[in-house]
């Protein structure tokens, strides 16, 4: 299956995304289990 550059940078922005958001989705989901 070939990848063009485009989906590839999308989905390694998303990776580090995905690192950088670890931490923000646990307090996310401990503010929404105080909702």
Known sequence: M???PYERGKSEKALI?????S???LI???MAEKL
């Open 2 to 4: 070939l990848v063009n």
């Open 17 to 21: 995304l995905l690192d950088m958001g």
């Open 23 to 25: 931490e923000c989705n």
């Open 28 to 30: 996310t989901k401990a």
